[in-house]
């Protein structure tokens, strides 16, 4: 059973940085990527940012590249989010979930969220202007 548990999550000015962190288990990571959703309030939920099984490849949202980086590590299994340069608009619940590639390939390039099974129960980040 996918397990996943976010930590991390708070309230930061804009212009300030959080870490985000995930604890993943019950699954192998070479068939399952590890990513990040987040829903603010009133919107729908969006990607934010993926790693391949290997940590080879990463892919962000355009709202996102170039302030968040995301990295694994593989003793314990973990996906961090490093969120810099933050806006008030980064405001939203955080989701750490474990997909197969092709779902986070289709969230990033056609915005198709999948169901939150193998989802974390979110950590909210607020950032105040």
């Known amino acids: 059973q996918v397990e996943l548990v976010e930590s991390g999550g708070g309230s930061q000015q804009a212009g300030g940085s959080l870490r985000l962190s995930c604890a993943a288990s019950?699954?192998?990571?070479?068939?399952?990527?590890l990513g990040w959703f987040r829903q603010a309030p009133g919107k729908a939920p969006q990607f934010v940012a993926s790693i391949t099984g290997s940590g080879s490849a990463t892919y962000y949202s355009n709202s996102v590249k170039g302030r968040f980086t995301i990295s694994r590590d593989d003793a314990p299994n973990t996906v961090n989010l490093q969120m810099d340069s933050l806006k008030p608009e980064d405001t939203a619940i955080y989701y750490c979930?474990?997909?197969?590639?092709?779902?986070?390939?289709?969230?990033?390039?056609?915005?198709?969220?999948?169901?939150?099974?193998?989802w974390g129960q979110g950590t909210q980040v607020t950032v105040s202007s």
């Open positions: 019950g699954f192998t990571s070479s068939g399952y990527d």
């Open positions: 979930a474990a997909e197969p590639h092709h779902v986070f390939l289709n969230a990033h390039a056609m915005g198709l969220i999948p169901g939150r099974d193998h």
